[in-house]
Nanobody, 123 residues
């Protein structure tokens, strides 16, 4: 069992940066790939970024590639999402996810989900 809690969201101007953090409980955290997804108002939830169990492999959606960086610290049971050069279209509720055995971009491959955290980018 893994419980996930996101933090670090908020309001930022376009071009600014935010760092999201996801704290995980459970001894099996390091066994899983981790992902970040987001859901904008009126839209379906979409994949943002994922990282494998060791942190040695990452994958990004084209829309965030070069601007966002996912990282993890297995000693601290955390996975972070550094978001730079934010755009108004990045506004969404961001979710941390765990449970995939390797990097996946589809929701159904992840078993555990955080409650989500709001990120709002003003123009």
């Amino acid at each position: 069992q893994v419980q996930l809690v996101e933090s670090g969201g908020g309001l930022v101007q376009a071009g600014g940066s935010l760092r999201l953090s996801c704290a995980a409980s459970g001894r099996t955290f390091r066994n899983y790939a981790m992902g970040w997804f987001r859901q904008a108002p009126g839209k379906e939830r979409e994949f943002v970024a994922a990282i494998n169990w060791s942190g040695g492999d990452t994958y990004y959606a084209d829309s965030v590639k070069g601007r966002f960086t996912i990282s993890r610290d297995n000693a601290k049971n955390t996975v972070d999402l550094q978001m730079n050069s934010l755009k108004p279209e990045d506004t969404a509720v961001y979710y941390c996810a765990a449970g995939a055995l390797r990097i996946r971009t589809t929701e159904r491959k992840y078993t555990y989900w955080g409650q989500g955290i709001q990120v709002t980018v003003s123009s």
